[in-house]
């Protein structure tokens, strides 16, 4: 496959309902907020549901979760360790020859980078290797400031009998949602020059496009129950160079969400430029 051949650039509106969308709302983990009161989901917990979503699709993940391992490995140096394994001996010590096989072999290494633990050895000078990916994606924010509902809970069963055969302090808990409905937006972009490094082609792009529009499928927990999270539209522009045609700030400006989460592009702010507008899941 050849390397992406235009610059991307996308914008993500989010709606989130009465839900905490950060983790386990049973563990005291408060939806997080800015210093001014907006809403904050952090772009590592964007890149964990993108890889969620492409591992879904079959694609080859390095960065898995415990509970979603497809291979056994147990740790991120384990997974690396196996694959290196398998390449010839003398090819283990070529530096580049590695990045490459560790780019082609892991879809998210070549989309967002990675670094590797590699062992120093008399034949090799380096003893990390770090691959700079194309695809950086910010955190999502509230458009308006959020209010955060505290509901103390209390389990129906003790999790220990006690020796009165009362309550135990374990079932008593707080319980952390974001209040009513609110749209959450994040932005993002695709580097031509990285790509063309790690090897990041345009199939690659439409399957980051393609996780983007459903990042909520298949994630269901107590903390986000089913449909309360749901990605309303997905802007994609491609440019017609690899350069691209405008900053990445400036597309990022063009874009306004209404209250619904519905997205308008301003075109007399960026005239020539492509855009898609995609329906989330």
């Avoid at 070529?94 to 560790?102: H, I, M, P, S, T």
């Avoid at 590699?118 to 308006?144: N, W, Y």
Wanted: proline letters at 3%.
């Amino acid at each position: 496959m050849t390397s992406l051949q235009h610059k991307i650039d996308f914008a993500v509106s989010i709606a989130v309902v009465n839900t905490n969308p950060n983790g386990d709302p049973l563990n005291g983990n408060r939806p997080r907020t800015t210093s001014d009161g907006y809403g904050e989901i952090s772009d590592v917990a964007l890149k964990r549901k993108i890889r969620n979503r492409l591992q879904d699709a079959g694609e080859t993940i390095f960065v898995q979760m415990d509970e979603r391992s497809d291979d056994g490995a147990k740790s991120l140096s384990d997974r690396f360790n196996t694959f290196l394994k398998t390449l010839p001996k003398d090819v283990q010590k070529q530096k580049q020859a590695v990045y490459e096989r560790v780019c082609k072999q892991w879809l998210d290494v070549r989309s967002f980078g990675q670094v590797f633990a590699f062992k120093k050895t008399k034949d090799v000078d380096e003893v990390s290797l770090g691959v700079r990916g194309p695809v950086s994606i910010q955190s999502a924010f509230s458009q308006q400031p959020i209010a955060i509902d505290d509901v103390q809970i209390t389990k129906s069963v003790n999790s220990e009998t006690t020796d009165k055969g009362g309550k135990s302090s374990d079932t008593m808990g707080m319980k952390y949602r974001v209040s009513g409905r609110n749209i959450y937006v994040t932005y993002g972009s695709v580097n031509t020059q990285l790509a063309e490094k790690t090897g990041f082609s345009d199939e690659d792009a439409d399957k980051i496009k393609e996780a983007l529009t459903s990042l909520f499928d298949n994630d269901e927990s107590s903390a986000r129950p089913a449909g309360s999270m749901q990605v309303i539209d997905v802007v994609w522009f491609t440019h017609n160079s690899k350069s691209g045609q405008y900053s990445s700030a400036k597309v990022h400006r063009s874009v306004s969400f209404d209250d619904r989460g519905h997205a308008t592009v301003s075109e007399t702010d960026i005239p020539g430029l492509h855009y898609d507008i995609i329906e989330g899941h």
